[in-house]
């Protein structure tokens, strides 16, 4: 069945510095892929999404591209701020169900 | 912002009594979904609904019951709440299965 796996955090950054968090995913079909962010005491957010192979994503300065020759989704950011301290979880469609399947998230904290 | 509103915000409660949070939205979608999250395992399906008196099960219904008898509301009971139901429990809804989901903001439920 479709499954995601996304890297473990938590990923401690300086402000400014480049962001990658890695996502991997196994599936039939063409599923669409997620991303989404979770703030401190928040509901998950959709940060960007791809619904078709070489398709990118982008949001806030995030961009993420749908590789189906690596089956991955890899979140990047060139400079990140404070501000984007969160936990970020990538997601596909769809799993047995018809629902979406989400990754275990990834906490990121931005130093000043 | 999707109008997705959860009831209680925090709710303390013993062992063994009954427990009925609340999904409240305003946007007419047709799926609504429970989640709970707990550390170290992401996000998690409980119960799922595709429309009025429509529900099915997730990856973690043992526990808990749902329903949903207008469009606009989802319950979730806990019929003898454990401790180990303490967590943080979220509803999305979306349009359509598989595709963005749009989530509340979250009860946090300490069962003692």
């Known amino acids: 069945g479709n499954s995601v796996t996304q890297m473990e955090g938590p990923v401690t950054l300086s402000e400014e510095a480049f962001l990658t968090i890695n996502c991997t995913y196994t599936a039939t079909g063409y599923p669409s892929l997620f991303w989404y962010v979770q703030y401190p005491g928040e509901g998950l957010q959709l940060l960007l999404k791809?619904?078709?192979?070489?398709d990118k994503g982008s949001n806030k300065g995030f961009e993420a591209t749908y590789r189906k020759e690596t089956t991955s989704f890899h979140l990047e950011k060139g400079s990140v701020q404070v501000s984007d301290s969160a936990v970020y979880f990538c997601?596909?469609?769809?799993?047995?169900?018809?629902?979406?399947?989400f990754g275990k998230g990834t906490k990121l904290s931005v130093k000043p | 912002d999707a109008g997705i509103t959860q009831s209680p915000r925090h709710k303390v409660t013993e062992t063994g009594t009954p427990v009925t949070l609340r999904c409240h939205q305003t946007?007419?979608?047709?799926?609504m979904y429970w989640y709970r999250q707990d550390p170290g395992h992401g996000l998690r399906l409980i119960h799922y609904s595709y429309g009025v008196k429509d529900t099915d099960k997730g990856e973690v219904s043992d526990g808990y019951s749902v329903s949903r008898s207008k469009t606009e509301d989802f319950l979730l009971t806990l019929e003898s709440a454990t401790s180990s139901q303490t967590s943080v429990y979220f509803c999305a809804i979306s349009g359509d299965q598989g595709e963005t989901q749009y989530f509340g903001p979250g009860t946090r439920l300490l069962v003692l």
């Open positions: 997601a596909l469609s769809r799993d047995s169900q018809g629902n979406l399947i």
């Open positions: 791809a619904t078709k192979a070489d």
């Open positions: 946007e007419n979608h047709r799926y």
